[in-house]
């Protein structure tokens, strides 16, 4: 772990840097949707397969590019020169390997999701034409949630005490993942699901890839909607063990930002490949 949170890629002198990884994840997302995705079809293996390799890909070469400019900005920063200790090309190692440990990490925690998105699309019966619709923007809105919590947790970082309490949720994660029983998929018992069903209207069937229609002059949420809301609360519920298992390698919120981001965009692509 850094010497102290935060040290290696301060916000505020580094801003600039998340606009950039952040304005580039929403253009690939829109490409997704608006160009690769635009009719709804169900997605094979071999298209599982080279999206999967893209992702991947496009994680190292990210990681590489970071470990490249650390190696050239370290060495000139005077607030790192005044660090006794640090050695700015160790630093950037230092970086790089923490961003790779983070992404193997948060991609072998992923595999749970992939399991409980079958279950959930099982569970409501999802057409598969329609089941990447759900996962994009299943997966849109975890990045705000994933950004939320972490932010979140940069600013708990700095009480020196939370790094071990991230350990411990790193701990008690691993310890879940082995000795957990398998359990029952029931949405409708979720208190989020019942008082959306309370609130909104529900049709009883789909209607092709929309959310909502209107029937009767009255707004109505599809199963399909139902589905996506219970994807998201299910990813909430995730990130409370995965972004604090990441805290738990590294102190810099820059690299869990990009390592989340980057194994929850390959996420898709690992549930039409598996």
């Known amino acids: 772990m850094p010497l102290s949170a935060d ?20 253009v690939l997302l ?7 995705h635009r009719d709804a079809h169900a997605v094979g293996i071999r298209e599982a397969a080279v999206w999967s390799g893209v992702w991947v890909l496009l994680a190292l070469a990210f990681n590489l590019a970071l470990w490249r400019y650390a190696l050239w900005a370290f060495p000139r920063d005077p607030r790192l020169a005044a660090v006794p200790g ?14 790779l440990t983070g992404y193997l990490v948060e991609k072998s925690l992923s595999v749970d999701n992939i399991f409980i998105f079958v279950m959930i699309f099982g569970y409501f019966a999802v057409p598969a034409r329609y089941q990447h619709r759900v996962l994009f923007y299943g997966i849109a809105g975890a990045l705000v949630f994933r950004s939320v919590f972490i932010a979140l947790g940069s600013l708990l970082l700095h009480l020196r005490w939370i790094a071990w309490l991230f350990g411990a949720f790193l701990v008690v994660t691993g310890l879940k993942m082995m000795l ?6 029931d ?6 699901i019942r008082l959306f069903r309370r609130v909104v209207p529900v049709t009883p069937d789909f209607h092709g890839p929309r959310f909502f229609v209107r029937l009767d002059g009255a707004l109505h949420a599809t199963p399909l909607f139902v589905t996506l809301l219970f994807v998201e609360i299910t990813d909430v519920i995730f990130a409370v063990d995965s972004v604090p298992a990441i805290f738990a390698l590294t102190g810099e919120p820059l690299i869990v930002y990009t390592s989340n981001v980057f194994a929850i965009l390959g ?8």
């Open 86 to 99: 640090l050695h700015p090309e160790a630093a950037a190692g230092g970086a790089a390997l923490e961003f």
């Open 180 to 185: 957990a029983p398998a359990q029952g998929l």
């Open 187 to 192: 949405p409708e018992k979720n208190p989020v």
């Open 30 to 36: 829109a490409l997704d949707l608006g160009v690769f």
């Open 267 to 274: 996420l898709r692509a690992m549930y039409f490949l598996l």
């Open 7 to 26: 040290l290696l890629f301060p916000f505020a002198q580094y801003w600039w840097l998340y606009a950039a990884f952040t304005g580039g994840v929403l």
